[in-house]
């Protein structure tokens, strides 16, 4: 018996191939069960996320399996013979190492992350329930997750934050540790103003406060979020109770001057306060920024912090890979 | 006997001390602080029994015992604030201290070789003595929880945030949290200090021991007070804890 995989991923097809094969989690063991039926099959998982499609088989054949395989799916989707170009093939030792390297985020779009472990288990729970694994995939898919772990311990492949919103969203915790206490205030109803509350939001945030020229626009995104809409007169006014401004009108020049910040101060009683600017030109003028409690990081600082973070995990891989080379190299596993 | 727990005591913390910094400087967490600082601790309590035994008092009679008594305090309230509130890293920034004062405890002459038995005990001269070095104990934590906010600050002021230290240092807001907290703590047990010295019979050098605390006690409470009613920032707080208790050390030297 070989191990085999056949996959695309983010690098191989653009979204509008990947979304064909995707597969919704709750349909992962049905796939799983599909992929055992292929003449020469024994055991079968499919992994399906947002970036990446794979198809992990033992078969007694891998030629013959791969074949049979890629023709099942491209006549199932009706694509063009072409459409095998997005599909990459691997077999035996190889494919075992794609597959640690899938587990540890290697293979992700964002480098390290770890939410792909939890989908790669929750594809092999679906494949083993229905019985679809057997001595070759449950080894190997066991020894995969063993070696993720030891990655993710061993190395800083998952550390830093590596996008302008997490970023912001962990030193949001470094200054007021859990946010549940946090109220944060959004000056223009912008995307990224949008997507950098959200993130402060799912960590427990307490209170959205938006403000736009536009109350209109203020009005909805509140209401998405769950917060309350706030005139573009009054911001000031909020000023007094929230703990984190994120700003990004499009306004040509600076919006919250230091003398707005001084202002409240006495009323804020000194409470840190955190500025987030991610508007070009700037909302907020760098002199805020001497003020004692003041905290500000602007679009360039963020996108370098993230950028430092991702560079770090670039110089990890090597360190990745010899651990798993070395892990695999401890065991004789069946089907490599 | 005593000296040789003070010696451990002190080997322990450095341990502690060394330690710790290795693992700020891989960025990893400090786990074995806590134990360096616990075996300390016993050390600590070691020494002072035996002085205790000697002395048939409280082991508070030189500056040398003051000194012990006070690393102890400070050991002690590190180990009851810092993994309860997971801020581990005050272990690393304590032991030092702890070090420091345990070693000028050790310099020939500041320790009472052979110390008498105090046949004339005094209640309030015990509980004066012991309440504010207690009390002393809990300050001088908060001076380190003070230094901690200073560098974090300093860092994120400076979007300097790639160093281990960083990665390691709780967040801001739990450590003025703990620092206030610390300095309620350290302020409520000088102010019984300061009420037992008030009933106490004093000798004229004494005296001036006596007003230096007292203007210790008034400027915690204002501190406090300020803090309570008018608010501060987190830097001018944590300044003000360190300044006031490198003050408060002209206490000791007043011994």
New interface residues.
């Given amino acids: 018996m070989e191990l085999l995989c056949l996959g695309l991923n983010h690098r191989t097809a653009p979204v509008e191939v990947r979304e064909r094969f995707a597969v919704s989690s709750l349909q992962l063991g049905a796939a799983a069960s599909d992929l055992a039926t292929l003449a020469d099959a024994s055991e079968g998982v499919v992994i399906s996320t947002c970036n990446r499609t794979e198809f992990y088989l033992a078969a007694s054949d891998a030629s013959q399996a791969l074949v049979l395989l890629e023709a099942r799916l491209t006549a199932r989707e009706s694509l063009d013979p072409g459409a095998a170009s997005h599909f990459y093939r691997m077999a035996k030792s190889e494919a075992a190492v794609h597959l640690c390297r899938v587990v540890s985020g290697l293979d992700s779009m964002m480098l390290g992350e770890t939410e792909i472990f939890g989908q790669v288990k929750q594809a092999y729970q679906a494949a083993l329930a229905a019985g679809t694994t057997g001595s070759v995939l449950n080894r190997v898919f066991q020894r995969a997750f063993g070696v993720g772990k030891k990655v993710r311990s061993e190395t800083s492949i998952q550390e830093g934050s590596t996008s302008v919103g997490s970023v912001a969203v962990d030193l949001a915790e470094k200054i007021f540790g859990h946010l549940k206490d946090s109220e944060v205030m959004i000056l223009g109803a912008g995307e990224m103003s949008r997507i950098t509350a959200q993130s402060l939001v799912s960590r427990g945030a307490r209170s959205i406060f938006v403000s736009n020229r536009s109350f209109d626009r203020a009005e909805a995104l509140a209401s998405e979020m769950g917060g309350q809409a706030v005139r573009f007169d009054e911001w000031q006014r909020v000023l007094e109770r929230v703990d984190v401004v994120i700003s990004s009108t499009g306004a040509p020049h600076a919006l919250i001057h230091r003398s707005d910040v001084e202002k409240v101060r006495r009323a804020r009683k000194f409470r840190p306060l955190f500025f987030i600017d991610i508007a070009v030109p700037r909302d907020i003028h760098p002199d805020v920024a001497e003020i004692d409690e003041v905290y500000l990081y602007d679009i360039d600082a963020l996108e370098q912090l993230a950028s430092e973070a991702r560079s770090r995990r670039q110089l990890q891989i090597q360190h990745c890979e010899r651990i798993i080379d070395a892990e695999l190299a401890k065991l004789n596993l069946p089907g490599t | 006997m005593d000296r040789w727990f003070l010696l451990i005591a002190t080997l322990l913390a450095a341990i502690g001390w060394i330690w710790g910094m290795i693992c700020v400087h891989r960025?990893t967490r400090s786990h074995w602080t806590v134990a360096w600082m616990v075996a300390a601790l016993l050390c600590q309590v070691g020494f002072l029994a035996v002085r205790g035994q000697l002395r048939a008092a409280c082991p508070l009679q030189d500056l040398g015992e003051m000194l012990v008594f006070l690393a102890w305090s400070l050991t002690f309230f590190y180990l009851l604030i810092g993994p309860a509130y997971r801020i581990s890293l005050l272990g690393v920034f304590s032991a030092p201290l702890v070090v420091g004062l345990q070693s000028a405890a050790l310099i020939s002459g500041v320790l009472t070789t052979g110390p008498l038995r105090d046949l004339t005990p005094n209640i309030y001269h015990s509980l004066h003595s012991a309440t504010s070095v207690l009390a002393y104990g809990a300050l001088a934590l908060a001076g380190v929880a003070g230094i901690m906010f200073l560098i974090?600050d300093r860092q994120?002021?400076i979007?300097h945030?790639?160093s281990g230290l960083?990665?390691n240092?709780?967040?801001?807001?739990?450590l003025l949290a703990s620092l206030e907290r610390l300095l309620w703590l350290g302020t409520g047990l000088l102010s019984l200090g300061v009420i037992a010295g008030f009933l106490m019979p004093r000798s004229t050098p004494q005296q001036s021991h006596f007003l230096v605390a007292l203007a210790v006690w008034i400027g915690y409470a204002a501190l406090l007070a300020v803090k309570t009613w008018?608010?501060?920032?987190?830097?001018?707080l944590a300044l003000a804890a360190v300044a006031m208790f490198i003050f408060s050390l002209v206490v000791f030297a007043r011994i």
Avoid: D, I, N, V
């Fill in positions: 960025g974090l994120l002021k979007h945030l790639k960083f990665r240092l709780p967040p801001a807001h739990e008018r608010g501060l920032t987190g830097r001018k």
